[in-house]
């Protein structure tokens, strides 16, 4: 089945707030590059069908064919001060896993800490975020029809292959977006989303395997996460930054 494609009267008509402004692109290299060099307001959001260079955490790249992602970066600048910008990635990812149950109505899309979104234990979608001086621009990557020659890596999916089910991305970024502006406002109005964040990870629980910054690793139970995004392990460390591995499920 060919994808409906991206349109942006479809998005702007299905969300009921002035919050967001979305622009759609047929092919750029990032939309993480567009949103960086084009001086964004605050809920400024641009979605493409291709990405030439699309990027992941870490340096990685993040490749997705034509039309078969969802990929989107916007802009978020704090209104008033944000005691923990670093939450943002955990409050946008549970936004999405969120959205990702609520639209194919089951409870298998669970965080994986930092910023995937896992189905089965398998990389259904990552995000990145990446801070400016003044604000934070934060990028999605969602397989939706993508089949599985078409996967970036064996232990990845997409809502197709995961639930059978072809999701129309227009309706897809519309309910995200209802979804996450309803989190960013309780959020800047101070509220703790971390119930939220905990209710839907797939890591709390989990032994992992952490690679650090610095080359080393730790390997523990994750027991927790808190208000400024970091992780907990069973050992008393606090992690903040960190390539996370499931060891029960033996799948990164
Ligand atoms: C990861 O899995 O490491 C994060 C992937 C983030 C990909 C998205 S796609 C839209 C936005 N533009 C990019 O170049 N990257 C992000």
Redesign the pocket.
Same mark, same amino acid.
């Given at each position: 089945m060919k994808p409906e494609l991206l349109n942006a009267d479809a998005i702007a008509g299905a969300l009921e707030s002035s919050y967001w402004r979305v622009s759609v692109v047929e092919e750029i /290299?990032?939309? &993480? @590059?567009y949103l960086r060099t084009s001086n964004p307001k605050s809920g400024d959001l641009i979605t #493409?069908e291709y &990405?030439s260079? +699309? !990027? $992941? !955490?870490?340096d !990685?790249k993040?490749d997705?064919e034509k039309s078969s992602?969802l990929?989107?970066?916007f802009y978020f600048e704090p209104e008033n001060e944000v005691k923990n910008l670093g939450y943002l990635t955990l409050l946008v990812g549970a936004s999405v896993t969120a959205t990702l149950n609520e639209i194919t109505n089951n409870d298998n899309f669970k965080c994986k800490w930092p @910023? /995937?979104v896992l189905f089965n234990q398998k990389?259904v979608? +990552?995000?990145?975020a990446e801070k400016t001086s003044s604000g934070v621009i934060v $990028? #999605? $990557?969602i397989n939706v029809s993508t089949s599985k020659e078409a996967l970036p890596v064996a232990h990845a999916t997409s809502i197709f292959l995961a639930t059978d089910r072809q999701i129309n991305r227009n309706e897809l970024l519309a309910k995200i977006l209802h979804n996450l502006e309803n989190d960013l406002l309780d959020w800047q109005s101070g509220k703790d989303l971390t119930a939220k964040y905990r209710s839907l990870s797939a890591t709390i629980g989990s032994q992992v395997l952490i690679a650090l910054p610095d080359g080393s690793s730790v390997e523990a139970k994750a027991v927790d996460i808190d208000e400024t995004g970091s992780l907990h392990l069973d050992n008393g460390q606090l992690i903040t930054v960190g390539d996370v591995i499931h060891l029960d499920s033996k799948l990164s």
């Open positions: /290299d990032s939309t &993480q @590059n #493409v &990405q260079a +699309g !990027r $992941g !955490r870490l !990685r993040f997705a992602a990929l989107f970066s @910023n /995937d990389k979608a +990552g995000l990145l $990028g #999605v $990557g």
